[in-house]
T-cell receptor
Framework: KQEVTQIPAALSVPEGENLVLNCSFT??????LQWFRQDPGKGLTSLLL?????REQTSGRLNASLDKSSGRSTLYIAASQPGDSATYLC????????FGGGTRLMVKP | GAVVSQHPSRVICKSGTSVKIECRSL??????MFWYRQFPKQSLMLMAT?????????EQGVEKDKFLINHASLTLSTLTVTSAHPEDSSFYIC??????????????FGEGSWLTVV
């Protein structure tokens, strides 16, 4: 059974810092990995989707990498802003979709 | 711990029929639940927000009459795909936030439902 772990569970940084969120998974037989953002009381917003054959994806200040063999993905956020404060989730798609527990990010002005 | 149960996990139906997918919060009450859809090789996309006791809020481009959402109790939301067609074949997943004091607004997800319309 696939298990997805996100570290850290919570993170607080001052504005402007570059930061890395980690996601690890136990079964490397995946189709894709996806990073989401969720604001309190809202649904998920998809940030980046990495297919199993890809190594990374970039969108604006966000960069996500995937190392399928080691079961790891990172989400890099450059020059963080208070508006980046949210919960970030990674989800691994195998036969089912398995989510990590999320990282709660707080960016302080 | 808190669990969101989604049923059925897989369903095959004939074109033109309707299919109901259930999403239950087993250990907590959820006034809000979210329904998502994922087509092959595409991102998971939010379809609608289900609100207990009131109408669901649909995302742009999602047909309300096609995807009926009923949130009749604090633990159950249902998504009914009406008059299903092959293009509705997809992976559907629900989520529910546990907003109780001890949970810290943790979000729980169902395991998803594969719908195939033939």
């Amino acid at each position: 059974k696939q298990e997805v772990t996100q570290i850290p569970a919570a993170l607080s940084v001052p504005e402007g810092e570059n930061l890395v969120l980690n996601c690890s998974f136990t079964d490397s037989a995946i189709y894709n990995l996806q990073w989401f953002r969720q604001d309190p009381g809202k649904g998920l917003t998809s940030l980046l989707l990495i297919q199993s054959s890809q190594r990374e994806q970039t969108s604006g200040r966000l960069n996500a990498s995937l190392d399928k063999s080691s079961g790891r993905s990172t989400l890099y956020i450059a020059a963080s802003q208070p508006g980046d404060s949210a919960t970030y989730l990674c989800a691994v798609k195998g036969n089912m979709l398995t989510f990590g527990g999320g990282t709660r990010l707080m960016v302080k002005p | 711990g808190a669990v969101v149960s989604q049923h059925p996990s897989r369903v095959i139906c004939k074109s033109g029929t309707s299919v109901k997918i259930e999403c239950r919060s087993l250990d907590f009450q959820a006034t809000t639940m979210f329904w998502y859809r994922q087509f092959p090789k595409q991102s998971l996309m939010l379809m609608a927000t289900s609100n207990e006791g009131s109408k669901a809020t649909y995302e742009q481009g999602v047909e309300k009459d096609k995807f009926l959402i009923n949130h009749a109790s604090l633990t159950l939301s249902t998504l009914t795909v009406t008059s299903a067609h092959p293009e509705d074949s997809s992976f559907y997943i629900c989520s529910a936030p546990d907003v109780s004091a001890h949970s810290g607004n943790t979000i729980y997800f169902g395991e998803g439902s594969w719908l195939t319309v033939v």
